[in-house]
């Protein structure tokens, strides 16, 4: 349903809208997403960017079977490595193929959008005259999946009432004002992040600092199946730890170190008291996102010591993305 198609006086039809889509060595769930978007964006002039940081065939190929119907369609290659690179390429190509574009919507190459998706992202966009809009990520888990898997955050992440919100939970299902370039300039996603993550993280922190427009819109759906990979118990905990690790030397930026580290302690204090008062009384759910939450904490300790993260870009050809 389209909750919004029509707001401040402005047609959405009308805007000038980039799609930019990372990827690497996804073929499969790359063309899975483009197909989904097919009826979204048809009847609308509407540029698609897809950016390979394999620098590889196989992107380009999945690009091109879709010329048909976007011949705006483009694939470009990253040759830099690394999460922030390759979303910083995004926005400049965007500026290349459509210098007076409106909006570019961002996707990662493992989501799917569902019916009504453009139109509720962009006309809460225009609702709340956003810089930056994002929607919720439901995660789709196989029916065996550990009760860790199921508790986190490729089950579901948090979600709020559509409206003005303080900060958004990814790049997956985001929607950027070109207004926002103005407001902290370019590049808008730090390198430094590039290998850890938390490039997304960073941004959302440097457009509420500059008092941007942060919107959330909970009708604009992205479904995003969880890679069976990903759900093991080992990788959960890493990849709450290595959050925790990237998310503290960003907070640790912007709120400074005595306040990050004090949460950090106090926040891993209280997530060991919550999972041994949930496994006392045998709250198995309570228990599970608790120790995740555990996990979250001490990455952020060892992130105080100056422990850091590689997490999508590694040396053994296993990259996440």
Known sequence: ????????????????????????????LLRALLQSLLPELQGREVFVLVADNDCGADAPRVVEEFAASWPAAKCIPVAERG??????ALVAHAGVVSPDWDWLLMMDDDGLV????????LGAGLRYDGHLVGGPVQGVLPADANILARNSIFAARTRWTTGPVKTLNTTQNLAIARATTQLIGTPLFRNEYGASGG??????????QAQGRIVWCDEAIVVEPAPVDRLTVSSLLSRYATTGAYMVRIDGFY??????????????????LRTCRAAIMLRRDECARSTLAIAHYLGRVAGLAGAKTTRYVSTNGKDAS
Do not use: C, H
């Open 255 to 272: 709120d400074g170190w005595r306040t990050t580290a004090w949460r950090a302690f106090k926040g891993l204090a209280a997530s060991v």
């Open 83 to 88: 999460v922030a690179q390759v979303r910083n």
């Open 199 to 208: 490039e997304d993280y960073d941004l959302f922190r440097r457009v509420a």
């Open 114 to 121: 569902t019916p009504g998706w453009i139109a509720n992202l």
């Open 1 to 28: 349903m389209n909750v919004f198609s029509n707001d401040n006086g402005r047609d959405i039809s009308a805007l000038r809208l980039v799609v930019g889509i990372p990827t690497y060595k996804r073929p499969e």
